[in-house]
């Protein structure tokens, strides 16, 4: 069975899946359809959703269009979401690889290190971290990577620890080859699956930090996102419910479309397992 | 102002508050309303925060109160005169008032309270008082104030928040904030201090010695403490509360208290302060040095769309540097109405090459964050390339004191008048680093210098007028800040509560001629 079969076995990964294309292509279409800033006020304020063309989502506190910032906003929640990771990823793996591998002391240290990060509840330090830096896109994007790299790492790490001892890799070690080509080459591409399960959970998790933070008023304040429509919103929400309720769904199908996705990874690279759930 | 003048002004606002009266106000009732946030004591004087002045001003009192005017109206001083040459203030003090503890109050305590009281605690009325040569009590009803020189704003500074009078026999000769009376404010206003239940609520008591004639007609008004904005409102909408005063709720919840029934709205009452919203522009250095940059923000912002939008229709587009309840305000100039291609053409004689700047939003809540959005893409809109940086109050504070910032929003007291609360932004001598509130934007001018200073001391006002006069124009031009808005900060009231503002200071003390028509 192919790969994208055993994945669109799963009925609700190929939902998630189109809705994810979906939201990707709002956020391509954004600057088309789009093409004025989204902070420009352009109609009166408080306009209700669909009392005037153009304007299908109606108009915020200060007359801008809430449809452009719901389309610009996709693109800042995806791009935050998936730079977030990859930082993530680029601490957590090569940490997790090299505490799995060598064992020992090393482990010990680097486990260590990682506890430090994981005893601090992730919102509470990503606040402080972007209150520290002042917010901007780039400093939200490293507090989530700091905050989201210490499962990552553990992770790796487990798989690393199953991994060293088998035969192909002794059989490596044999023939002479070195540590790093060991890690890079012979086991790093055997735990892919699983990180890319998890790299697709993290991205919907960094969605939700990114909108949290700019909920509180700690986003990028020169960047219109979902979290900051909403928290822009939350003061009028008894008067104008499509402020807040527009961007609101926005991120719950971004999210609920992540996980599912990510449940469909899960399914299509570990078809044993799925076989036996 | 000679005698017969001052005479007549005083029976004028006499005949004016009783006209206001004229509706048959009921006795009786207690006032429910909010201070926030709790203040740090009662003392006038002694605390000079914004919730002292509004709970104590109805305990304490001034020689002089002000109407929505700004023209004094008569207190404990009943009349009042100066002299040809502007240089010695003779008041004449009211008959029969008392001190809530039953001590007469004469000319003696007048002279304590400006002499030893005031100069000794009270950085405001220093500042006053600094021009002030000798304060003698000529007799037990008569209190004379020689002044250096003339100092044209001295009328206007003895509102109660500012100059409160206090009791000699309690205070004279002891360490003043140790003083055991701290705690159980005595003063001779028409209500008196009854209980202070720390976090709850401070109550206030009718002073039925009250040397007004019928006042005050309330029982009492007990100053509720709550802590969080949605509570205030939410108290305010299940009627638990009868008069939000200005700046208790949030902007945004205005609109939506106001439209309730049985619920006014007055705007008047804040003119003593009229705070007044600016944008500081960087004089100094980068694309803000340029006086044609500066004017083409002017041109570029939407003032009018901010006040209908963010503070809902409420406040006042400014002409210039003197905002309309500043007195002296030069109304020839003309406006810097929205104007993007004006603001255009400025920015491309100038030469400028789409260099970066930033914008300070004031960090104290929504309304101001929508502020510096609206001001962002304003200046976007224009072809300025500007950035948005928030801080929290301390960066705020610490990025202004340092001089920096491109541009920042901010607002200041005016005071009532130029010399008190608008020359400070303007004097080359007030440019100092640390303070985010003195000559922050770095405008040096030695013209506009000289017509401030002068303008300070001249007599009589059509001298002052004049010279001001010349000050805005140069102002006008050079615009050393943005001049956003007036603020408005409205007070909303159960409409049963009658006669609630009837000078420029509002409720802080407005509750003297209220009354409950229930």
Known sequence: MSFFARFAQNRGALVG?????????????????????PWRMVQRPFLPPLSQDGFPLGTDTMGRNVASGLMHGAWVSLLIGLVSTSVALLIGVPLGAIAGYYGGIIDDVLMRFTEFFQTIPNFALAIVLVAIMQPSI?????AIAIVSWPPVARLVRAEFMSLRNREYVEAARLVGQSNTTIILRQILPNTLSPII????????????LESALSFLG???PNVMSWGYMIGAARTVIRQAWWLSFFPGVAILLTVLALNLVGEGLDDALNPKLSRER | MKKPLALAISAAALAFTSAALADDPKEGGVVNTIIQPEPPGLVLGMVQNAPTRTVSGNIYEGLL????????????????????????????LREGVTWHDGEAFTADDVVFSADVFHRELNPSARAVLQHVESIEATDDHTVVFTLKQPFGPFLISFEAGTFTMVPEHLYAGT??????HNDHPIGTGPFKFSNWERGTVIELVKNEEYYEEGLPYLDGVNWHIIPDGASRAVAFENETIDVLPSGTVENFDIPRLAEMDNVCMTEEGHEYFSPFAMLWMNNREGPTADKRFRQAVMYAMDREFAKDVLWNGLGNVPLSAFGSNARFQNDDLEPYDYNPDRARELLDEMGYDGEEITILPLPYGETWTRWAEAVQQNL????????????????????LGDWDYDLAFTYLYQYGDPALGISRTYLSDNIAKGSPWNNVEG???????ELFNEAATAFPDEEREALYSEVQEILHEDVPVGWLMELGFPTLYRCDVQNLVTSGVGVNDGFKDAWLDR
């Open chain 1, 138 to 142: 780039t400093s939200i994007v490293l």
């Open chain 1, 197 to 208: 399960v998890l790299a697709s959970l993290m991205v919907a998790t960094a969605i939700l």
């Open chain 1, 218 to 220: 700690l986003g990028d």
């Open chain 2, 175 to 180: 360490d003043f904030r140790n003083n055991e």
């Open chain 2, 380 to 399: 976007r809109e224009v072809g300025i390339n500007v950035e948005t940086q928030a801080t929290d109050v301390g960066g705020w504070n610490q990025r």
């Open chain 1, 17 to 37: 899946l189109i809705i994810l294309l979906l939201i990707i292509a709002m956020a391509i279409l954004a600057p088309l359809l789009f093409p004025e800033s």
């Open chain 2, 443 to 449: 405008y040096e001018n030695e013209r506009v210098d």
């Open chain 2, 65 to 92: 109160r002000y109407s929505t005017d700004l023209e004094p109206m008569p207190q404990l001083a009943e009349s009042w005169e100066v002299s040809d040459d502007g240089r010695t203030y003779t008041f004449h």
